[in-house]
C-alpha cells in the first residue's frame, strides 16, 4: 500500500497557484524556476482562470518585470533611484489577442480541468536577461534586497497602461536559473606563481590544481598545494581560502568575499631547500556566511532554499563580462606567509560553482531545492493534480 501511494505521488502534477484578493482571478504556473541553457530560456508557461461574469467588458493584463536593484533604498536621496524596473514582456491575456499556439502539457491539463474559464498564456525573456541574484545585507531585514529579481503579475483593466488595483491584482515572484553543463570535463585547473627576493637569492615556487573546474553546491572543492623553497626565507603558515567575486555591470563594480577558509602551520615552516605537498578541503557554503554581508546568493523564494550564487555562464564566443546584471565567479585562493620581511606570495585557481542539471546525478550535500513542499498544498485526485500557493519573495513585499 505505501509503494502504491508513493507511486500516485511521484505520478501527480505540481502546480502553484495565486489568487487575487477578490478571489476572481487565479494564476496558475507549472514552474517558479526557469532555466537559461544559454542557446535558448525556457518560456513562462501559464493558466489564468476568471470567474464568469466578472470582467463586464474589462480585460486581464499580464507582463514580466525584472527588478534591478544595486544599492540601499534608504540611501536615495536628491531623486537618485538605485533600482531600475524594467517591463520585458507584456500582452493582453483575457480575451487573448495572440493567434492559437500548441498547448503545454501543464497548460492542456489545466485548461481541461477548469474549461471555457481557462486561458492560457505564455511569455519568453529576452535572450540577454540576467539570472536571478542577491546580495546579502545583514542586520536590515527591513529593506528591499540587491539584486535581480523577477515577477510575474496579471492586473485587471480597461487598457494595458492602467493602474492596477491590488484587490484584482496577482504578483508571482519566479527565477531565472542557470544548471551546470551534463559532463564536467577532464580539464584540471591549476596556477602556479614564485616570488623572489630583493636581498636574498632564489625563489618560492606555489603551485596549486583543483581536482576539477565545476562542483556543485555542496561539494567539497579539492585543492593540491606544493610548495618548493628555494630561497634562504622560510614560509612560516598558510591560508587557503574560496572567494567569491561579483561584478555588477549597472554601476561597472566589483567586489570579492571571501566564502570558506582556513590557516594552518602543519608541515611550517618550510624551510630553505624544502618542499611541501598537502590536499585541502573546502565546502562553500551559505549557512556558513549567513551574517556576512556583501555575500552573493541564488534569488531565492523561500527561506530554506538559499544557497550563495551559481556562477554565470555565458554562450559560446562571449566573453563573461559581457554578460548583464550581476556576474558571478569563484577562485581557489593560497596564500604563503615567509615572514614579516619577507612578505606574502599567493595565487588564485579559478572554478565554476553551479547546481547539476535534474536527472544528471543523485544530489547529495548542500541545499539543491529538490524535494517537494506539501504545505498548503492540495490534491487532486482525479486529475492528479497537486496545487501548491504562491510564497512571496523573501524580503520583498510586492
Do not use: W
Not at 480585460?59 to 514580466?64: D, E, L, P
Amino acid at each position: 500500500m505505501i509503494q502504491i501511494l508513493l507511486l500516485v505521488c511521484l505520478a501527480a502534477l505540481k502546480v502553484f497557484k495565486k489568487t487575487t484578493p477578490n478571489g476572481k482571478v487565479t494564476v496558475y504556473l507549472g514552474k517558479r524556476e526557469f532555466v537559461d541553457h544559454l542557446d535558448h530560456i525556457d518560456p513562462i508557461d501559464g493558466v489564468i482562470v476568471v470567474e464568469s461574469d466578472y470582467l463586464k467588458g474589462r480585460k486581464v493584463f499580464g507582463q514580466v518585470t525584472a527588478t534591478y536593484r544595486f544599492g540601499r533604498e534608504e540611501d536615495e536621496v536628491m531623486g537618485v533611484k538605485f533600482s531600475k524596473e524594467l517591463v520585458i514582456a507584456n500582452s493582453q491575456l483575457v480575451p487573448t489577442k495572440d493567434s492559437e499556439e500548441e498547448l503545454t502539457p501543464i497548460q492542456a491539463r489545466l485548461v481541461k480541468k477548469f474549461g471555457a474559464n481557462a486561458t492560457p498564456f505564455t511569455f519568453k525573456f529576452p535572450p540577454n536577461a540576467p539570472s536571478s541574484v542577491m546580495i546579502q545585507t545583514v542586520n536590515n531585514d527591513d529593506s528591499k534586497p540587491l539584486g535581480v529579481e523577477y515577477s510575474v503579475k496579471t492586473y485587471v483593466g480597461e487598457h494595458i497602461d492602467d493602474k492596477s488595483h491590488k484587490r484584482s491584482t496577482v504578483v508571482l515572484a519566479i527565477k531565472k536559473i542557470q544548471y551546470a553543463p551534463p559532463t564536467r570535463g577532464n580539464r584540471l585547473p591549476s596556477s602556479l606563481a614564485s616570488k623572489g627576493f630583493t636581498f636574498s637569492q632564489g625563489k618560492v615556487n606555489l603551485e596549486v590544481t583543483l581536482d576539477r573546474e565545476i562542483y556543485y553546491h555542496g561539494e567539497k572543492v579539492s585543492a593540491t598545494v606544493i610548495v618548493s623553497n628555494s630561497s634562504r626565507k622560510s614560509v612560516k603558515n598558510m591560508k587557503v581560502m574560496i572567494v567569491q567575486h561579483v561584478e555588477v555591470t549597472m554601476v561597472n563594480s566589483q567586489f570579492s568575499r571571501i566564502v570558506g577558509d582556513m590557516e594552518t602551520k602543519e608541515g611550517c615552516p618550510i624551510t630553505p631547500g624544502a618542499s611541501l605537498t598537502k590536499t585541502f578541503y573546502l565546502i562553500p557554503q551559505a549557512s556558513s556566511n549567513k551574517d556576512r554581508h556583501g555575500i552573493a546568493l541564488d534569488g531565492h523564494l523561500k527561506d530554506d532554499d538559499v544557497n550563495l550564487a551559481s556562477s554565470t555562464l555565458v554562450p559560446e564566443g562571449q566573453a563573461p563580462h559581457e554578460a548583464m546584471g550581476i556576474i558571478i565567479s569563484y577562485s581557489m585562493r593560497v596564500k604563503l606567509h615567509c615572514g614579516t620581511l619577507g612578505g606574502e606570495l599567493q595565487t588564485d585557481v579559478p572554478f565554476k560553482l553551479m547546481h547539476p542539471a535534474p536527472g544528471t546525478i543523485q544530489t547529495t550535500g548542500g541545499n539543491q531545492n529538490t524535494k517537494p513542499t506539501v504545505q498548503s498544498a492540495m490534491t487532486d485526485d482525479d486529475d492528479n493534480i497537486v496545487f501548491e500557493e504562491f510564497a512571496r519573495l523573501r524580503l520583498t513585499e510586492q
